[in-house]
């Protein structure tokens, strides 16, 4: 089969996901405020954040000037071309910088010269997974620089936090990976996790975890536990909203985990800051897309 | 909240301390790593070039007592002139290496930025009299709102993120979290928050 062009929905949902922030995180960074005392600079944190979300919204201008790193999640029915597909978005991503929603961010890896576009060698970043479903699915996450700066990667046994090879090693480094983030990837944040894997695996799974629901619950027992046990000890650590101190360091921890070699036991986080932006749409036909 | 419109004295950032809240007006100028390389290399490593005069003349007028903006907005151009879309805040712990020599240099009162920085800089506040305003990391949109005129920009050649942009703001509001009497609001947290980090790990086994 032909692969239809779909470039007009990608370019509205880059659109979407850098000026409207999902209403669940949105409802958590409010819920947040209201445990801070009023008029802290937490508090008042919280609030300009709350501000800016519905601004941008109403105005359609980026949430973060740092629109990120495009990552594209793409599941494709089986028949679709994924070249035909990458080249759309990155006529879709080209274009959207052109219209100033997303900042030019592609710099060389050498020279430091901008592309101008967000075109460039790996950008946007795109992960295929044909499908059996007859639509194509395509959730996007833009990553800003300074909370990707703040992922960590551990080898356990790690000697230094006295982590084994066991959740309870894995809890000892995350709340280690909070603390030394402190309020640096634009606190409050969420930690998506991989147990397992290699290390390049580990940080794409980190990723993928970051696009799960806020308040899911995770279908692992033992990880569910772990994930409601480190997101209210690292809320303990007082480290707060962009590092003013506070009741709310962390929105949500989700973790994920690959088998891994019996010789190697990573523990891979990705941070996500604030403004954590993700949608997806559902293209069914044309003129036929749901988005989400 | 403290009201403070630069130019500003030494005698105002005196008056700051770690912890307010404030709300900034006048002109303030981004700078990230190309910006603050720049002016370092070119005019205080050495002599400005002759064809650089004009221009390290311009950027001295208005850093003088003035506000350094760690920040690479989001910018649309309308004809002649400029129109900011977004722009909050960028790392600052980035520019510790070129932040001391700045203050003292152009006589700079306030950088803008978040994340806080390092010992050099607290050190270059507390004795030159300038202080760190922690902005609300991703806040563009709104930060945006409150430049009210993009009155000039440098050095545009280095890209948009990267060139000196010169902002009129009006009403930002920033926490001061490095003051200008020695004291580091963030050093203070994460000390703070190790306390907490090593009793949570007393807890071996978890
Ligand atoms: S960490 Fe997130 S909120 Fe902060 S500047 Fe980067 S993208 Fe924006």
Redesign the interface.
């Known amino acids: 089969m032909n692969t239809p062009v779909i470039v007009a929905d990608l370019i509205e949902l880059i659109k979407r996901t850098a000026t409207d922030l999902p209403g669940p995180i949105e409802a958590a960074v409010i819920q947040a405020r209201k445990r801070e005392a009023q008029g802290s600079p937490a508090w008042d944190a919280l609030r300009v954040i709350e501000e800016n979300i519905t601004l941008a919204r109403q105005k359609a201008t980026p949430i973060c000037q740092d629109t990120g790193t495009l990552n594209f999640f793409i599941d494709y029915p089986t028949g679709w071309s994924t070249l035909a597909l990458s080249e759309q978005v990155r006529t879709a991503t080209a274009e959207a910088t052109r219209l100033s929603i997303l900042r030019p961010n592609a710099v060389d890896g050498i020279t430091g010269e901008n592309s101008g576009d967000n075109l460039g060698e790996g950008q946007p970043n795109i992960y295929w997974q044909e499908w059996t479903k007859p639509y194509l699915r395509v959730r996007l996450l833009l990553k800003g620089g300074g909370c990707e700066n703040m992922g960590r990667q551990y080898a356990l046994p790690d000697a230094r936090l006295q982590a084994k090879r066991d959740l309870a090693g894995v809890r000892r480094v995350l709340l280690d990976a909070v603390h030394q983030a402190q309020g640096q990837g634009c606190a409050p944040g969420v930690l998506g996790v991989c147990i397992g894997g290699d290390r390049s695996q580990g940080y794409v799974e980190a990723k993928r975890q970051l696009l799960r629901p806020l308040h899911d619950a995770n279908a692992d027992p033992a990880l569910a536990a772990l994930e409601d046990r480190v997101l209210r000890e690292a809320n303990s650590l007082g480290i707060g909203p962009m590092g003013f101190g506070g009741k709310t360091t962390l929105l949500g921890v989700k973790i994920g985990a690959l088998h891994r070699l019996p010789a190697s036991y990573f523990v891979t986080v990705s941070y996500m800051c604030w403004a954590y932006r993700k949608h997806e749409l559902m293209w069914h036909a044309e003129g036929v897309v749901e988005y989400a | 909240m403290r009201e403070l419109t630069l130019p500003i004295s030494e005698a105002d950032i005196r008056a700051l301390h770690a912890?307010e809240?404030v709300s900034l007006s006048g002109v303030v100028v981004t700078a990230r790593d190309?910006a603050h390389k720049y002016l370092v290399e070119h005019f205080i490593h050495r002599e400005p070039a002759s064809d650089e005069r004009a221009l390290y003349e311009e950027i001295r007028a208005l850093l003088r007592n003035g506000g350094i903006y760690h920040?690479?907005?989001?910018?649309?151009r309308h004809g002649e002139t400029w129109q900011m879309?977004?722009?909050?805040p960028?790392?600052s712990?980035r520019e510790e290496e070129y932040a001391d020599s700045i203050i003292e240099h152009f006589g700079v009162r306030v950088i803008i930025g978040?994340?806080?920085m390092g010992g050099r800089t607290k050190s270059a506040c507390l004795k030159h009299g300038a202080v760190y305003l922690?902005a609300?990391?991703?806040?563009?949109?709104?930060?945006?709102?409150s430049v009210k005129e993009v009155t000039g920009v440098w050095k545009l050649e280095f890209?948009?993120?990267?060139a000196m942009w010169q902002l009129r703001i009006s009403g930002l509001?920033l926490?001061v979290?490095i003051d200008a009497h020695g004291r580091n609001?963030?050093e203070e947290?994460?000390n703070?928050?190790?306390q907490?980090?090593q009793s949570?790990?007393a807890e071996?086994?978890?």
């Open positions: 912890g809240i190309m920040c690479g907005p989001v910018m649309k879309v977004a722009g909050g960028t790392t712990s978040k994340g806080g922690h609300v990391g991703g806040a563009a949109a709104l930060i945006a709102q890209g948009m993120p990267e509001r926490v979290t609001w963030h947290i994460a703070a928050s190790e907490v980090l949570l790990l071996l086994g978890g």
